[in-house]
């Protein structure tokens, strides 16, 4: 059977599939990014602080993705929670660094101009140096949409929403009817969400990153 007759008679199912999983992404993501930009804050005008949180977004991004998901059935049990959870702590990694490197890369000449003219450490840090600092936000971002997409498959291990469980349905039934197509289906189909994904990111830094910036 090819990908196509596969196809045909199940557009309702994959697509329910494929909302899923970008679904599932895209919040994680959203997530994930909430929580970085606000470590970031928090330590970037802190030298040793800010080093030591860089370190250490590095070091977790290296824990295995599968071992933390099952660690986490233990409090949350089967299903959303546990997907959700491990899919935001990876989200946040790439975005933090970003963040704190782009923050910390703001000329403090540009900051001493809006001290100058009155502007509040708080106006300062909206209106200055965090528009300077998002194109290498927004880098981080499409670096952690890329990853979570890819990683959002295994989280049909703990009976999670997505394409996982077409491609994990797929594997476990090689030499069986459709098990090919359903592990390549699954794989096309979220390669297709990154890249739609990141195409959408793209387009955002277009029309939010100032031209002097870019």
């Known amino acids: 059977m090819s990908l196509l007759d596969y ?14 999983h970008a679904s599932l992404a895209f919040q994680t993501v959203v997530v994930g990014t909430l ?6 804050v928090a330590v970037y005008r802190l030298p040793v602080f800010a080093a030591v949180t860089l370190t250490t977004s590095r070091v977790l991004l290296t824990i ?18 546990p997907s959700f959870v491990m899919l935001a702590f990876f989200a946040a990694l790439p975005v933090i ?12 000449s540009v ?3 809006a001290q100058g003219i009155g502007f509040s450490r708080r106006r300062i840090l ?5 528009p300077m600092a998002w194109p290498v936000i927004l880098t981080g971002i499409r670096v952690s949409t890329q990853m979570i997409v890819g990683v959002a498959a295994i989280v049909a291990y703990v009976l999670g929403p997505g394409l996982g469980s077409l491609i994990f349905n797929g594997l476990s039934r090689l030499g069986g009817t459709n098990s090919v197509e359903m592990a390549a289906i699954g794989t096309i189909l ?11 990111l793209v387009l955002l830094g277009r029309f939010t990153i ?3 910036l870019s």
Do not use: M
Not at 97 to 108: C, K, S, T
Not at 126 to 130: C, G, R
């Open 210 to 212: 100032a031209k002097g």
């Open 126 to 130: 909206f209106q200055v140096e965090l």
């Open 190 to 200: 979220i390669v297709v969400i990154a890249l739609a994904f990141d195409a959408l």
């Open 111 to 113: 900051v001493e101009s």
């Open 35 to 40: 929580v970085a930009v606000v470590v970031a």
């Open 64 to 81: 295995p993705s599968l071992a933390l998901l099952a660690l986490l059935i233990v409090p949350f049990g089967l299903g959303v929670v």
């Open 97 to 108: 660094g970003n963040a704190i490197v782009g923050l910390r890369a703001v000329p403090a």
């Open 7 to 20: 196809v045909r008679g199940r557009g309702d199912f994959l697509a329910f599939l494929t909302y899923q």
